[in-house]
């Protein structure tokens, strides 16, 4: 059987306390491995060990010698892409078509992106008079925050990671990586990458564990840590920003969101449709930019939602092996519980089901999996849980609307504001309607078409601060400025 250890300064090691949790595939509900769960005794070594190396040769090193390994990080996640696609696979189930073309490209493409972007990155000067005439210099240095945690989820484990992890070492800090219980596997192969790559012993550290009583309390409760960035459901965010608050340490937040797509009778049906049924329905609905809600100009709504079940219906269900396969499993069973009882709640609510709304049948050898049908209702109030909550699953609720002024309103009800999808071919009204959207992200005739310089987050209770370019940089340093009077 598979062990799955931690990678502390440098090496893998197992709990002293012997502890260990099952990791399962959820393709088929097998057990991948024993994964070791730190305690707080393997969390303070990992923090020390990333102190230490802060002090060492990372901290000192110019930002020209830090990003020529972390390209030797993105060289080596490449040179072993079958590796990771694998484990990534193993881990969440998704089809390796996705995870070939998403997370393990990125995986990479988070530590290029950072490390030449902190090589063309200016600071701030300004000349200042004085009264003896002579003047002063201002000018402004940036220096690495320090020791980072890092606590990431399981829908895009190394994707996600990594776009942390990428800038932060980019930017000359140590992190404590903190991934998820149900997806261990790829955090842990990265130290192997990072070890070959020359990162010295102690800039990456990986803790393995579970949220609560876990690693992860222990590392956010841990006093040594400078700052801390998660992405993840918005409950555990407010966690996080309690136990950070001891000692003031800053926060960088991505949390849940309950995604609206509007679709305008002027929008190429084609394009909304191709673009709705990937923003409900890729990575099994997994994403935390998805599409819940979806709300269509009256005049159209009976040929789109025609039109989006004959899309979800013909989206293949498989394991990720299946190169036909384009719809995995949910992450776990608990997961599963989690999307069914939204399915029965929209039946409780007297949703129409258009399609969907139940497991499908698997062969028996994928009988055990977290397999759920890709599923759109029609037919829900406003305040129902179905159509206010983060449900997480490959679902969604189809609304229509009259005015455009009523589908802003809709798009803004909730206290989410993480991302939104505008489907128009007038552009005017598409820069009017983005323009009111409340959400950190607005995608015009797109979904997910991401450019890493960007600003990256949510508003209102879908985060705070923003990650991307310049924005990245500004939460992984300490920006000091010197005053020197001439
Ligand atoms: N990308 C996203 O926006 C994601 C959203 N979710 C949402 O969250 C729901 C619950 O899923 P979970 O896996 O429980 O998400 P979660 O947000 O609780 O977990 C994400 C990470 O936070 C850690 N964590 C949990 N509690 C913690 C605590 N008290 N202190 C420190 N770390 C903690 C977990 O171990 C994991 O590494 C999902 O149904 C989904 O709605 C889940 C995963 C990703
Ligand atoms: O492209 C990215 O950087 C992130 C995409 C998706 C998420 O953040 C998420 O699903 O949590």
């Known amino acids: 059987m598979k062990e799955i250890k931690h990678f502390i300064n440098g090496a893998f090691v197992g709990s002293a306390s012997g502890r260990t949790f099952e990791d399962i595939n959820p393709a088929n509900g097998q057990v991948i491995g024993q994964v070791h769960e730190a305690g ?3 969390v303070d070594t990992a923090v020390k060990a990333a102190r230490a190396a802060l002090k060492g040769p990372w901290g000192k090193m110019s930002v020209a010698e830090r990003a020529e390994i972390l390209h030797r990080v993105a060289d080596g ?12 696979c193993l881990d969440t189930g998704k089809p390796k078509s996705l995870a070939s073309h998403i997370d393990i490209p990125r995986g990479a493409a988070n530590f290029k992106v950072f490390a030449d972007l902190l090589k063309n990155v200016a600071n701030e000067a300004f000349e200042m008079a004085t009264p003896d005439g002579a003047g002063a210099l201002n000018y402004g240095v940036r220096r690495p925050k320090g020791v980072i945690g890092v606590i990431s989820p399981w829908n895009l484990p190394l994707l996600l990671m990594t776009w942390k992890v990428g800038p932060a070492l980019a930017c000359g800090n140590c ?9 261990p596997l790829t955090a842990t192969l990265l130290g192997e990458v990072m070890q070959a790559a020359g990162v010295p012993a102690g800039v990456y550290n990986v803790v393995h564990g579970f949220g609560g009583d876990s690693a992860g309390a222990f590392l956010t409760e841990h006093p040594d840590v400078d700052a801390y960035t998660f992405t993840g459901e918005t409950g555990t965010g407010e966690t996080i920003m309690r136990a950070a608050a001891k000692g003031v340490r800053q926060v960088s937040l991505e949390l ?21 049924l990937r923003s409900a329905f890729a990575n099994c609905g997994q994403v935390c930019l998805g599409t819940e809600r979806v709300y269509v100009e009256r005049p159209i709504f009976d040929e789109f939602v025609a039109r989006l079940k004959a899309g979800a219906e013909a989206l293949v269900i498989g394991p990720p092996d299946d190169a036909s396969s384009n719809f995995g499993p949910l992450v776990s069973l608990k997961h599963r519980e989690k999307v069914l009882s939204y399915y029965q709640q929209a039946l409780d609510d007297g949703a129409t089901v258009v399609t969907g709304g139940s497991v499908p049948d698997m062969p028996a050898h994928l009988a055990g999996g977290a397999w759920v049908q890709p599923t759109i209702w029609t037919g829900l109030t406003d305040d129902s849980a179905v159509v206010t909550e983060e449900i997480f699953g490959p679902c969604c609720h189809i609304r229509p609307f009259d005015t455009e002024e009523e589908a802003i309103e809709l798009a803004n009800s909730l206290p989410y504001g993480l991302a939104s999808a505008i489907w128009t071919e ?11 959207i409340e959400a ?4 015009v005739n797109s979904w997910f078409l991401r450019d890493l310089r960007t600003a990256f987050g949510g508003s209102k209770q879908s985060g ?4 991307g370019g310049v924005h990245s940089l500004e939460f992984y340093t300490e920006l000091k400025n010197i005053c020197v009077k001439l």
């Open 77 to 88: 996640i490449t040179a072993r892409f079958d590796e990771f696609l694998e484990a990534e």
């Open 464 to 467: 705070i601060g923003r990650e």
């Open 440 to 443: 950190g992200i607005v995608w």
């Open 256 to 276: 849940g969101g309950k995604n609206a797509g509007i679709v305008f009778a002027d929008c190429d049906m084609d394009k909304a449709i191709e673009g709705t």
């Open 175 to 183: 992190v404590v990586v903190k991934p998820s219980e149900e997806t």
């Open 40 to 42: 707080r005794v393997e």
């Open 426 to 436: 007038n552009s005017s009204r598409a820069h009017r309607v983005a323009g009111q």
